[in-house]
Structures are given as structure tokens and as C-alpha cells.
Nanobody, 123 residues
Framework: QVQLVESGGGLVQAGGSLLLSCAVS????????SGWYRQAPGKERELVAA??????FYADSVKGRFTISRGSVGNMLYLQMNSLKPEDTAMYYC??????????????????WGQGIQVTVSS
């Protein structure tokens, strides 16, 4: 079992920055990949960024603006968001994949989720 708790969301003006943090606890050694999803009202949930040992993934919409990273002991996951746009407004979720199998981690089914945190970017 993996538990995930997000923090750091809020309201920011367009062009601003936010740092999302995710505290990871439980069976950390079972995590094969971890990432950040977001879901805006009326839209499907999308993978924003993800990490797997030696590899990272970013959605085209955030490349060059967002950076995903992990704490030194693996119990924190971060998403640094710069040059924020109103279209980045969404609920952001921290997620972990413990049983990705042979599926590439950027399309695998993530099985552990945080409760989500709101990010609102005003124009």
C-alpha cells in the first residue's frame, strides 16, 4: 500500500509559478513509476509528467515549463510549474504505479492516488 498526500496548490496569476509537493509513504519500494495527473472541469484526466528510474515523461502542453523531481530518499515527489497559463487550471493528482508490468509507464494504469489539489491560474 502506498499513500500520497499533495500540497502547494492555490491561486496564481498567469506567468507565475507554483511548486506542488507530494508526500509518499507506505511501501515506497514497490513503486515502479510516479507522476502527476490533472483534470479540468469537463475534460478527461491527463498525465502531466511522470518519472521512472532513468526516464521522465512530459505532456507536450507542459514541456519546457514544468519539471518533475523526486526527493533524495524517494518519499517526496515534486512538480515545479513555471510560466503558468489559465489553461493549466485543474485539479492536480499525485499518483504511483506499483504494477505497471510491461506497459510503458506513461500509459500504464496508476494504482495509488492522492486526494488531489486545486491549481487555479488567473488571466
Amino acid at each position: 500500500q502506498v499513500q500520497l498526500v499533495e500540497s502547494g496548490g492555490g491561486l496564481v496569476q498567469a506567468g507565475g509559478s507554483l511548486l506542488l509537493s507530494c508526500a509518499v509513504s507506505g511501501s515506497i519500494n514497490t513503486i515502479k513509476a510516479s507522476g502527476w495527473y490533472r483534470q479540468a472541469p469537463g475534460k478527461e484526466r491527463e498525465l502531466v509528467a511522470a518519472l521512472s528510474p532513468g526516464s521522465s515523461f512530459y505532456a507536450d502542453s507542459v514541456k519546457g515549463r514544468f519539471t518533475i523531481s523526486r526527493g533524495s530518499v524517494g518519499n517526496m515527489l515534486y512538480l515545479q510549474m513555471n510560466s503558468l497559463k489559465p489553461e493549466d487550471t485543474a485539479m492536480y493528482y499525485c499518483a504511483a504505479c506499483t504494477d505497471c508490468g510491461d506497459t510503458p509507464y506513461w500509459i500504464a494504469r496508476y494504482d495509488s492516488w492522492g486526494q488531489g489539489i486545486q491549481v487555479t491560474v488567473s488571466s
